[in-house]
């Protein structure tokens, strides 16, 4: 019987395409995130802010690949970092999901709509009552 692997072995070794690979991946994802948190400054709503932040997480797990690959982490903390930033990654994104729903289902399924992307709060359309003409 020969002896037992465990699944994930850790740092996928430091090959030259590995490397690369990282390398790319840390500057998309850097460029997405950066794009991300200049929606949110633009934006300033908590949706764009979790989906920022889930963007950022993405770039500290490229972080985390490439600590792995300079073996400056272990490659067990390596892989308990990677999965701790998954779940930090899909709790941002579950929360903008349910922020943006439970957004329209405040104000009655219906959204104002601005071509700048800024609230309308305080401001009323056609398709929406005043507070003070719910209970005519």
Do not use: C, K, W
């Not at 998309?28 to 979790?50: D, E, H, K, N, Q």
């Not at 770039?59 to 998954?86: C, F, I, K, N």
């Amino acid at each position: 019987m020969s002896p037992s692997l465990p699944l994930a072995a850790g740092v996928h070794g430091q090959s030259p395409a590995t490397l690369v690979l990282l390398t790319l991946g840390a500057a998309l994802t850097a460029v997405v995130a950066g794009l991300a948190v200049a929606a949110f400054v633009r934006r300033r709503s908590r949706p764009y802010l979790l989906v920022a932040m889930a963007l950022v997480s993405l770039v500290a797990r490229t972080a985390v690949g490439l600590a792995g690959y300079a073996e400056m982490v272990s490659p067990e903390l390596h892989h308990q970092l990677e999965h701790a930033l998954d779940i930090v990654m899909s709790a941002l994104v579950i929360a903008a999901v349910y922020l943006v729903g439970s957004s329209t289902a405040d104000n009655g399924g219906h959204r104002p709509a601005r071509a700048d992307g800024g609230s309308d709060a305080g401001q009323h359309t056609e398709n929406q009552r005043r507070p003070e003409e719910v209970n005519r």
